[in-house]
């Protein structure tokens, strides 16, 4: 148990679909992200929300929508991908700047096909 | 910009080797956090340590220890007498701030194979 969980683990969907990704986290952590892990890259932040308001988002595409609303819960709304958005998907929360390290989720492995 | 860089993407070792991962960083800020975070298999990234800059002191946690060196803008990890559980992927990042929220850029991760 990570504390922060994040449904589900896998999920195969289509170009044409529309999809959600779920993150949770009952911390009591103000931040929550979502990061973008494909192979042999570096992990890419995507959005950032700082007690429910977006603060950051990292030039991502429309076909992504992020979510957030309360500081517990975060979706990623997924519509329209490309089969190169296929990678691993993961969420974090933090306390508040600065503190610790951030606590991740165990990821959602997606493949568009 | 900030930049964090894990010259080394795959390493091997036999047990009980010593192994060090390197990681170089780049920023302008004067303050600022490092950060190691181990990826096993399962995928989640598990917190291993944070250092901020005003803190040069290396640090141990049993087999764990890292070499902060501000002059040569690096934060290397060493693994003593490692051990198969240990074979995961490592992530170095650095940590700034962001509006009111902090956010970490990540090296390439090196990804560490340990056999008997």
């Known amino acids: 148990e990570t504390g922060v969980t994040q449904t589900p683990r896998h999920l195969v969907m289509g170009m044409t679909n529309k999809k959600s990704l779920k993150c949770e986290q009952h911390l009591g952590h103000n931040a929550m992200y979502w990061y973008k892990q494909s192979a042999k890259k570096p992990l890419e932040l995507m959005f950032v929300y700082n007690f429910k308001e977006q603060t950051e988002n990292n030039s991502v595409p429309s076909r992504f929508s992020p979510e957030c609303p309360n500081s517990s819960h975060l979706f990623l709304h997924l519509h329209t991908l490309q089969p190169e958005d296929s990678a691993l998907y993961l969420c974090?929360?933090?306390?508040?700047?600065?503190?610790?390290?951030?606590?991740f989720g165990s990821g959602t492995r997606l493949t568009v096909v | 910009a900030q930049k964090v860089t894990q010259a080394q993407t795959e390493i091997s070792v036999v047990e009980k080797e010593d192994v060090t991962l390197d990681c170089v960083y780049e920023?302008?800020?004067?303050?600022?956090?490092l950060f190691w975070y181990k990826q096993p298999p399962s995928g989640e990234l598990v917190f291993l340590i944070r250092?901020?800059?005003?803190?040069?002191q290396n640090e141990i946690s049993g087999r764990y220890s890292w070499n902060f060196q501000k002059s040569t803008s690096s934060f290397n990890f060493t693994i003593t007498a490692s051990q198969v559980v240990d074979s995961a992927v490592y992530f170095c990042?650095?940590?700034?701030?962001?509006?009111?929220?902090?956010?970490?850029?990540f090296g390439t991760g090196t990804r560490l194979q340990v056999t008997l």
């Open positions: 974090a929360s933090s306390p508040r700047p600065f503190v610790e390290g951030y606590t």
């Open positions: 990042a650095l940590s700034e701030e962001s509006g009111t929220a902090s956010k970490l850029t």
């Open positions: 250092r901020n800059s005003f803190d040069e």
């Open positions: 920023t302008r800020d004067t303050t600022y956090y």
